[in-house]
């Protein structure tokens, strides 16, 4: 049996099935009708030589279906469709195995101490966030949460957006973090970006768009090297 790793193709595309059911309804779709789209659309499981041949001969790359209300969107916007939604955050799956996104990990707990510094130091607006692993029987991601306290060992974070896989876990469940489950951190000062060392990664695969884009969710201006 082969261990080649399969992908899912939509046949049609996804994005074009999106496209169809919006013109059809006359107004932009919600959230809820896109995922529902999604889900009872065609798909095929295809190696990935297969589906990036089949890009090619699109002439385009597909919406991700892991991000589609994002990836949809973002679409929206390219073809200047009206009125323009909040797309959300982009979620990114990443192989544990991903020696690139491992070493984020790494840098993160590096610098645990100059987050707790830069925590104590009230004297400017902050929007601390902690990265954790959340877990289901089903369904496991990174996550970030908004950071409520911390001490010593550990942070409390609370969930302020998911993926829908999610099922068990809510927005607003507040989850205790202990310094050793902490893959990422990062705090937001009026603009600069302290730490979010995975959120650097993922945008160093993006395209300016995508860039710009992500920068606008996050509200981020500048990436401020630690220590400066």
């Known amino acids: 049996m082969s261990n080649e790793e399969l992908v899912p193709l939509f046949i049609p595309a996804l994005g074009v099935l999106l496209v169809n059911m919006e013109d059809e309804k006359g107004s932009p779709l919600d959230e809820d009708e896109v995922l529902a789209l999604r889900d009872k659309a065609s798909v095929m499981m295809v190696s990935k030589e297969h589906f990036e041949s089949m890009a090619e001969s699109r002439g385009y790359a597909d919406l991700d279906p892991e991000n589609c209300w ?3 969107q973002m679409l929206r ?4 469709r009206k009125p323009d939604l909040d797309p959300g ?7 544990k195995d991903n ?3 491992q ?3 790494v840098a993160a707990q590096d610098t645990l101490g100059e987050f707790r510094h830069l925590l104590v130091d009230a004297s400017q607006q902050k929007f601390p966030l902690v990265k954790t692993l959340l877990s289901e029987p089903d369904y496991r991601a990174y996550i970030w949460l908004s950071v409520v306290s911390h001490d010593s060992v550990g942070f409390v974070g609370e969930i302020f957006e998911l993926p829908s896989g999610f099922k068990e876990y809510l927005v607003g469940d507040q989850i205790e973090v202990p310094d050793s489950e902490v893959k990422d951190w990062m705090i937001n000062d009026e603009g600069k970006l302290h730490g979010g060392y995975s959120l650097r990664y993922a945008r160093s695969k993006m395209s300016d768009a995508e860039r710009a884009a992500f920068d ?9 090297t630690i220590g400066s």
């Open 99 to 101: 020696e690139e996104f």
């Open 216 to 224: 606008e969710h996050v509200g981020v201006e500048s990436y401020v």
């Open 89 to 95: 955050a982009r979620f990114s799956f990443v192989s």
């Open 103 to 105: 070493a984020t990990i």
């Open 77 to 80: 916007r390219k073809l200047g």
């Open 70 to 72: 994002y990836d949809w």
